[in-house]
């Protein structure tokens, strides 16, 4: 059975592990609507990000990988693509037990001009780290948009539909509440988590636009007739 957006409670304690662009929009994003934020960094305590955690409004701390995610009834995954497999190896699975897990990361490659992908179109990343923590509700959300759009987005014609995918409705509907307190329109759910396999290559398509437009504030939408 889904659950309501009405019966999630107005601020949840959620974790971010990541402390990069992605991570501290999150972050400060999630923060301004009321919910409890962890940020996890590996230097979280640098000058850097005191600095920042100064300069957000709400309830916000920072932290390691490990004290974000035991701070976190519900977690964002924001760390660099390439590094995700290991965060999660250094943390193990048990604090992932039972929690939803929204995955933002992309398996990007920038050994050349334009990114390419490690793994893609038989496997994915987000498989892969839904395999890392099995008891966890991976959904994969968040990864076709820049760091700049991701709260409150601003698109000429309104902001698109967030793409999303997951093996667990209830946290899918989690994740739509949540989507929408930072500003979209609501999700399109593609299905299961193997999903990613064509979600994350959007993602190199999604660079060259921006290559071509010179912009990084641009969005991939789904127009109904």
Known sequence: ???????????????????????????????????EVRLG???PQSEKLRTWRSSVKGTISTGTFAEAAAHGDLLVLCVHGAAAEAVLDSLGP???QGKVVIDT???????????????????????????KIPG???????NTISSE??????????????????????????????VRELGWPGVID???????????PLVPLWIRIGAKLGTWKHGLKVVRP
């Open 1 to 35: 059975m889904l659950i309501a957006v009405s019966d999630f409670p107005p601020g949840m304690k959620i974790g971010v592990l990541g402390s990069g662009d992605v991570g501290r929009t999150l972050a400060r994003g999630l923060a301004s609507r009321g919910h």
């Open 41 to 43: 960094s590996r230097e």
């Open 94 to 96: 048990l604090p992932f």
């Open 105 to 131: 990361t992309n398996p990007l490659v920038f050994s050349s001009e334009v990114p390419s992908l490690f793994v893609g179109l038989t496997d994915s990343l987000g498989e892969r780290v839904q395999r």
């Open 136 to 142: 966890a509700r991976v959904v994969k959300a968040f």
């Open 149 to 178: 759009q991701m709260v409150d987005p601003q698109f000429g014609g309104g902001p698109p539909e967030m793409l999303i995918c997951g093996n667990d409705p209830a946290a899918k509907t989690q994740v739509d509440h949540l």
């Open 190 to 200: 593609l299905g299961g988590i193997e999903e990613c396999r064509w979600l994350e």
